[in-house]
């Protein structure tokens, strides 16, 4: 997918990375820019990220350059509009990028991977930036995009493993009233209140002196599946009824309250990255690709360093490990569906 990573701190420093060729710039949102420089003979796309990781490191500010390789296309498009994108029917592998708080991520997705081919393996997830607003933060070199998604697709092939590590809390409730990404009523009842009596009867947290998003990412909702790992939802504000969350919940789904320990969420990782390594069909690995979530890199704080030497541990010592802090996180589990996780560690071997 990728025929090279390279890191720089700056984007005045990007001409001495961009030659002719398509790139991928992942950008951690601390980094000052306005503009994208236009170079003759090469494609951009890139969007914004909490943060960044290269080689087992996070930063705040700076810049990821992924060059594509030449079995590898480049596309943006606007969520709003249908997806025009027709796949070949060599596809083996896909990266999607998507703006994380859009309304129309559940939909668009289910549209493209419609199209792809049965076998082929998807990877992505949500940009944006913390401070929790929707802005224009998907990019090519002509201007930013709101509500858009990039979309890499290539003929080679990648392994992928999806874990999160959360254990259910309290639960199983019925979401009885959803509007999109909006929770309105659990079991009848209003959304906040539910979720705020079940957190402050387990933990010392009291809402009303704590800021909401601080205490949601200690405790996401995860989705009931039948005989399979739950969908992690991460609500992101409340207006004292309603629950704004990463990503759509269909009325009647099965809910649990989550709560996880560091240990299950280092352990998840690890797992996550076994699963990777295990699925990939050649033992040509040229990098490991790590999508995980900003509410995971918060709560493990110090100890983000222990998930990403978990993940590192699993491949050869000078494998590149490199990727994004996301809101929202993308992988097809299985042949028949894909998926939008929220607080969930998703590791591509490349």
Not at 50 to 71: D, E, H, M
Not at 178 to 190: H, P, R, S, T
Not at 220 to 230: A, E, S, T
Request: glycine share 6%; aromatic share 10%.
């Amino acid at each position: 997918m990728f025929e090279r990573i390279t890191f720089v701190q700056r984007i005045e420093d990007l001409h001495a990375k961009l030659r002719e060729g398509s790139y991928l710039l992942l950008i951690a949102e601390d980094t000052p820019f306005l503009e994208i420089p236009k170079y003759e003979d090469v494609n951009v796309c890139g969007a914004i990220f909490p943060r960044v990781i290269f080689k087992g490191k996070t930063y705040a500010s700076g810049i990821i350059v992924a060059k594509l390789s030449s079995t590898s296309s480049l596309h943006i498009f606007d969520m709003d509009t249908p997806n025009p994108l027709q796949p070949k029917s060599d596809i083996n592998s896909a990266l999607v990028i998507v703006d994380g708080f859009s309304s129309q991520i559940d939909d668009f997705l289910e549209e493209f991977y419609s199209f792809l081919p049965e076998k082929t393996k998807l990877i992505g997830g949500g940009a944006g930036k913390t401070c929790l607003i929707q802005e224009p933060i998907l990019f090519d070199a002509h201007r930013f995009y709101m509500n858009a998604a990039i979309i890499i697709t290539s003929t080679s092939t990648i392994g992928l493993g999806t874990k999160h590590g959360w254990k259910p809390l309290v639960g199983p409730f019925i979401a009885t009233t959803c509007n999109g990404n909006v929770l309105e009523k659990i079991n009848f009842k209003n959304a906040f209140n539910v979720y705020k009596e079940a957190i402050e009867k387990d933990s010392n947290i009291r809402f009303d002196s704590t800021p909401f998003f601080k205490i949601s990412q200690r405790y996401p909702l995860g989705i009931v599946r039948y005989n399979k790992d739950f969908i992690v939802r991460e609500p992101v504000t409340t207006d004292g009824h309603n629950i704004v969350l990463v990503g759509k919940l269909d009325c009647n789904s099965v809910l649990s309250i989550l709560k996880a320990e560091k240990e299950n969420l280092l352990e998840a990782a690890k797992e996550a990255a076994e699963i990777s390594y295990a699925d990939k069909e050649d033992e040509n690995i040229q990098s490991v690709l790590m999508i995980d979530c900003i509410s995971r890199y918060s709560l493990l704080d110090k100890s983000f360093k222990e998930e990403m030497r978990a993940i590192r541990s699993v491949y050869a010592p000078k494998t590149i490990l490199w990727g994004v802090i996301s809101l929202g996180e993308i992988a097809n589990d299985s042949q028949e569906n894909i998926e939008f996780y929220n607080s969930t560690c998703v590791v591509g071997t490349l």
